[in-house]
């Protein structure tokens, strides 16, 4: 079994600043990209950012220039820092993860997901 566990959200003012983590837990051999998506009210899970093993970025348009991420091999952390956050950043943050669990297995692991709120 491996487990991620996110951290970090909350309600914060449009303009503030937020850092989520994502912690693999379990039977890891290896951990190939790393990924946090969102989903609004009433909207589509949407991929936010990823970052692969060897730590090649990509992040969805809307976030580009505000939100990095990062990732702790030793580890098996994720970060997104996300700064000028925007009302339109409300959404719960899932964590995603490929695992390397055994020579032939390999699954793809969702965290349970944190909520940001952006509001005055």
């Known amino acids: 079994q491996v487990q991620l566990v996110e951290s970090g959200g909350g309600l914060v003012q449009p303009g503030g600043s937020l850092r989520l983590s994502c912690a693999a837990s379990?039977?890891?051999?290896?951990?190939?990209?790393m990924g946090w998506y969102r989903q609004a009210p009433g909207k589509e899970r949407e991929l936010v950012a990823l970052i692969s093993r060897i730590g090649n970025t990509n992040y969805t348009d809307s976030v580009k220039g505000r939100f990095t991420i990062s990732r702790d091999k030793a580890t098996n952390t994720v970060y997104l820092q996300m700064n000028s956050l925007k009302p339109e950043d409300t959404a719960v943050y899932y964590c995603n993860a490929g695992v390397r669990t055994g020579a032939f297995t390999y699954l793809e692991v969702w965290g349970q997901g944190t909520l940001v709120t952006v509001s005055s």
């Open positions: 379990g039977r890891i051999i290896s951990i190939n990209a």
